[in-house]
């Protein structure tokens, strides 16, 4: 007789299931694949903030050992022109990459990437000519550091560049990658510095690396920059790089100010302690430009998919980021011994030590501020975010100032301490006001 189950047509019982390593795993979701993908791309974003981290603090502590405290001012005066210069071009170019590529097919990003790699060197290029021309009008010191500037801007901007196009197209592995190579070309540059022991030197040393992992990015990306394009993008992004460039400007702006004053109104001593105390928090303040370059993709995202999710992740940001900075700043008051300060930073330790109990509080409300700032820029409501950048930014100058004139470098940092407040209780409103406007508001198709 032959079994009807072998018959096609008939209804046979089905086969019991499988059991033990046969057994098949259910699919996850596609809510479930999204938010992997997501955790990975900030996870690999972490990881390559740490390394960059890591690299920003060994050469503040090598240069720290190496000068003294009046030396080691004028390199933070370097240091944060530079700041000012980077976001310069983080405004003009990578700014509204980021707002605008980031779900964008791989052909586009391709494309973008290829300009905006070309303008960063366009950028470089323009910003060194202007430094090089002020070092040699102010000389000594403080003008050969911005000569010094000048030489490695355009190999200090593409790697910038480099690092947020690829968190941009969803690559952060590469980005981390790209400043791995950073940091142990750094190595033999700062030994090769140590022998000449300047200012100008060191920074050489600094921008130098920066040079090694900007051509291993082009390689990483198998991408030519494209300086001829440079017109063409600011022409395309001229409704967000103009309001983005105020915006980063006036923020590094602001903390360039905030130097120059005190060093004006008390000293480069008590610049030499603000940067020591800067370098202390290094570690978090670096990890917190490693959340907001990863996670202003995210966050568009987020509000591509869910648009009513948004405050809630940019909330959860913010605190993730302060309780961070709340940790770090406990572990270097009461664990860190006086013996490992010393080493570490030298005759600048005791003076920045002072300083760990407002910087921490001043980092905190940072994070707090930036986590708004992620949701407006995913919003893409550049308005708003330059208006409060704006404000934000007088207040740090003002107050950071008005601080050095009552009580030196501590009544500087209080100061801080006091505009973040204010600053982040406006950043916030704006982003609620902004995602109210564009909830109400109907938004085209895709």
Known sequence: ??????????????????????????????????????????????????????????????VARSLGIVDFGVFGLVWVTYAVIVNVSRGLVTDPLAVRFSA??????????????????????????????CGLLIGDALGSGFIALAVVLPALLLQDNWRFAFIVGGVTRKAFVND??????????????????????????????????????????????????TGAWLRQQRDLGPRYLVENTSSSGAAQIRLYGVGAVTGLADVGALRGSELLMGPV?????????????????????????????????????????????????????????????????????????PATLSVMN????????????????????????????????????LGAALAGAAGSVWGIVLATALSTCGWWWHLHAGLRDRLASPQPAA
């Open 180 to 229: 791995v190579v950073w940091g142990v070309a750094l190595v033999p540059a700062l030994l090769m510095a140590g022998l000449s022991g300047t200012v100008w030197a060191y920074l050489l040393a600094w921008g130098a690396s920066a040079g090694v992992a900007a051509a291993y990015g082009c390689v990483q990306a198998r991408i030519v920059p494209r300086p001829g394009r």
């Open 366 to 401: 940072a994070s707090l501020q930036t986590a708004a700032a992620v949701g407006l820029r995913a919003l893409g409501a550049s308005r708003r975010s330059m208006a409060m950048q704006l404000i934000g930014s007088a207040f740090y100058a003002v107050f950071g100032i």
């Open 285 to 357: 303040l670096s990890l917190l430009m490693g959340l907001i370059n990863s996670t202003i993709p995210e966050a568009a995202r987020v509000l591509h998919r869910a648009p009513h999710k948004l405050f809630r992740f940019c909330l959860a940001l913010g605190v993730l980021q302060a309780s961070g900075a709340l940790v770090w700043g406990a572990l270097l008051l009461f664990v860190l011994p006086d013996a490992a300060g010393e080493y570490l930073l030298g005759p600048i330790w005791p003076v920045a030590a002072a300083l760990i109990v």
């Open 1 to 62: 007789m032959t079994d009807t189950a072998d018959r096609p047509g008939t209804d046979a019982a089905p086969p019991p299931p499988t059991r033990g390593r046969h057994r098949r795993r259910p699919e996850p979701s596609g809510l479930v694949r999204s938010w992997r993908a997501a955790a990975s791309r900030i996870s690999w974003g972490l990881a390559d903030q740490a390394v960059s981290s890591l690299t920003n603090v060994a050469v503040g502590i090598v």
């Open 104 to 133: 964008a097919s791989r052909e586009s990003w391709r494309a973008a990437a290829a300009s905006t790699a070309g303008a960063a060197i366009v950028v470089g290029l323009a910003a060194g000519g202007i430094c090089l021309v």
